[in-house]
């Protein structure tokens, strides 16, 4: 692990990030933040802190909290941390607080607020549970979108059901980039839909594009596809985005090779790559020929960025 001292230069950052002030100043950001941060202080009890209370419960000085970074990694959520001691404390004050996408090195300082004493105890898990689970996820976002070498890393709707807004600003602090939101952005047809409209065949995607572009005027289509065939139906049917899901770097190049020998001519920026990707595979995916890779294990089983929180007396 790095010392405190071997401190490289610190990242801005990545280009095109939304600025905190305006993110995290969104209405429907505020909502679903307020909204987390209200049902893990119910959670936790937090207005009914039997220790603090008994222990300074009459003494009314002010207090600094300091949350100091354990790891090299990349931030996302000071202003989520700042929030939930806020809800507690109104008056509470962010001396110190690193913007998202900031790179920051083992034992340096990254947020630091002022207030009372019992409402910092009180909010100091649910901050730093936020503040590290998001930096986390920014962390192995910025290594995997180091990898993978110009291809652009994608997230999924892989997450934890309330907090995928603030799980995507994540991945966007990392430098990946955000899949679509929600099942109503724009179509992506997956093996169960195929299946279900009129048994899966690769003769059947010009009718599904077909379909798709009189529902949805304007909006991009994307076609999973799971055999040869059927992705290059997939391309001949004009889908602007192609899912190979579950198939080896290898057969991936295979079949754009073979495509383009037929005459197709995929476009990488349109082909996506996804299905079992990791950190120690996505460099090889990354040179298979596709132009996108998406990862549910961006947000889904990411580990916490090592945060932790010391109190002293002002």
Wanted: net charge negative.
């Amino acid at each position: 692990m790095p010392r405190a001292t071997d401190r490289p230069t610190p990242a801005l950052p990545p280009a095109g990030l939304e600025a905190d002030a305006l993110f995290w100043a969104r209405p429907v950001v505020l909502a679903r933040l307020g909204s987390l941060i209200e049902a893990a202080l119910a959670e936790d009890r937090a207005d009914e802190d039997i220790t603090s209370r008994a222990l300074l419960a009459d003494d009314a000085r002010l207090a600094i909290a300091t949350i100091t970074a354990g790891e090299t990694g990349v931030l996302c959520g000071a202003r989520g941390a700042l929030a939930v001691f806020q809800r507690l404390d109104g008056t509470a004050t962010a001396n110190t607080s690193l913007p998202d996408g900031r790179r920051v090195a083992a034992g340096e300082t990254v947020f630091e607020i002022e207030g009372r004493a019992i409402p910092l105890l009180a909010g100091e898990r649910t901050a730093l549970n936020l503040f590290a689970h998001l930096s986390g996820i920014a962390t192995r976002t910025a290594e995997w979108v180091a990898r993978a070498g110009g291809t652009a890393v994608l997230d999924t709707r892989k997450t934890f059901p309330g907090a995928r807004l603030l799980q995507r600003r994540a991945v966007a602090a990392g430098g990946g980039m955000n899949h679509r939101f929600d099942l109503a952005e724009f179509p992506l047809v997956k093996e169960n839909h195929r299946g279900l409209f009129g048994g899966g065949g690769a003769g059947e995607i010009a009718a599904i594009v077909s379909r798709l572009r009189a529902a949805a005027p304007g909006r991009p289509i994307e076609i999973e596809v799971e055999d040869e065939e059927s992705f290059r139906a997939a391309l001949a049917a004009g889908a602007d985005l192609v899912l190979l899901d579950n198939r080896r770097p290898a057969e991936i190049a295979a079949w754009i090779a073979s495509a383009r020998a037929a005459g197709l001519t995929p476009d990488p920026d349109s082909l996506e790559a996804s299905g079992g990707i990791t950190g120690e595979t996505i460099a090889e995916y990354a040179r298979s020929g596709v132009g996108r890779v998406s990862l549910g294990a961006l947000t889904h089983s990411v580990r916490a960025l090592d945060l932790s929180l010391h109190i002293r007396w002002k």
